[in-house]
C-alpha cells in the first residue's frame, strides 16, 4: 500500500489542523493505521493509532485530549485531527499503515510526512 499524507502547515498557538493520509489499494479497510511525528533533532515519536474498523484507538501521552485520529475506509483515508496545538506540535507527521497489530510500533508503510509548525 502507499500512503499519502497531507494538511501540514503553519498555525498560530492554539489552532487547529487536520491531516489526511490517503492510501492505495482496495485492502485499506484491513489495515492498523498510525500516526507519528519527528521534531528536528529528536527522536520519532508515536502520536496515535486507530484499528482496521474504527472501535479502537489510542495516543501518545502528549497529544491525549488534544487530537483525534479517524477513518474513512470507503474513502482510503485516515485522518487526524489536532486541537489546541502548541509550538511543541512542531513536527514532520507520519502516517504508517501496517496488515497485522503492530507490535511495538512496528508498521510496515510509512507516508512521506508532512510539515506542521505552531507559532508562539
Known amino acids: 500500500v502507499q500512503l499519502q499524507a497531507s494538511g501540514g502547515g503553519l498555525v498560530q498557538t492554539g489552532g487547529s489542523l487536520r491531516l489526511s493520509c490517503a492510501a492505495s489499494?482496495?485492502?485499506?479497510?484491513?489495515?492498523?493505521m498510525g500516526w507519528f511525528r519527528q521534531a528536528p533533532g529528536k527522536e520519532r515519536e508515536f502520536v496515535a493509532f486507530?484499528?482496521?474498523?474504527?472501535?479502537?484507538?489510542f495516543y501518545g501521552d502528549s497529544v491525549k485530549g488534544r487530537f483525534t485520529i479517524s477513518r474513512v475506509n470507503a474513502r482510503n483515508t485516515a485522518y487526524l485531527q489536532m486541537n489546541s496545538l502548541k509550538p511543541e506540535d512542531t513536527a514532520v507527521y507520519y502516517c504508517?499503515?501496517?496488515?497485522?497489530?503492530?507490535?511495538?510500533?512496528?508498521?510496515?508503510?510509512w507516508g512521506q510526512g508532512t510539515l506542521v509548525t505552531v507559532s508562539s
Open positions: 504508517a499503515a501496517s496488515p497485522r497489530y503492530p507490535q511495538n510500533f512496528h508498521y510496515d508503510y
Open positions: 489499494g482496495r485492502t485499506f479497510g484491513s489495515y492498523y
Open positions: 486507530i484499528s482496521p474498523g474504527g472501535s479502537s484507538t
